[in-house]
Nanobody, 122 residues
């Protein structure tokens, strides 16, 4: 079984910064894509940013220029550096690992973290 453990959420003032981390553990052979999604109260979960194994990235328009996603393939860890935070960034942020190949399994699976709260407020 694969587990995703997130950290780095919290309360920050508008204009501030936070860095989220998500580490995947288990009998992992490779992870195709890692990303961050968020869900605000009363809204659907939406993609924030994603990064492939070759480090190709994709960002939501609302975070371009403010957020940066990166990953450490050797540690199966993905990071989200969030700068110039706005109140509308307030949400629960979920880590996603897509296309996870585990040792001994011939097909990929997707996994989610438990979520970490990010609150931007003065």
């Amino acid at each position: 079984q694969v587990q995703l453990v997130e950290s780095g959420g919290g309360l920050v003032q508008p204009g501030g910064s936070l860095r989220l981390s998500c580490a995947a553990s288990g009998s992992i052979f490779s992870i195709n894509s890692m990303g961050w999604y968020r869900q605000a109260p009363g809204k659907q979960r939406e993609l924030v940013a994603a990064i492939t194994m070759s480090r190709s990235t994709n960002y939501a328009d609302s975070v371009k220029g403010r957020f940066t996603i990166s990953r450490d393939n050797a540690r199966n860890t993905v990071y989200l550096q969030m700068n110039s935070l706005k109140p509308e960034d307030t949400a629960v942020y979920y880590c996603n690992a897509g296309g996870v190949y585990q040792r001994g399994m011939g097909y990929p699976r997707d996994y989610w973290g438990q979520g970490t709260q990010v609150t931007v407020s003065s």
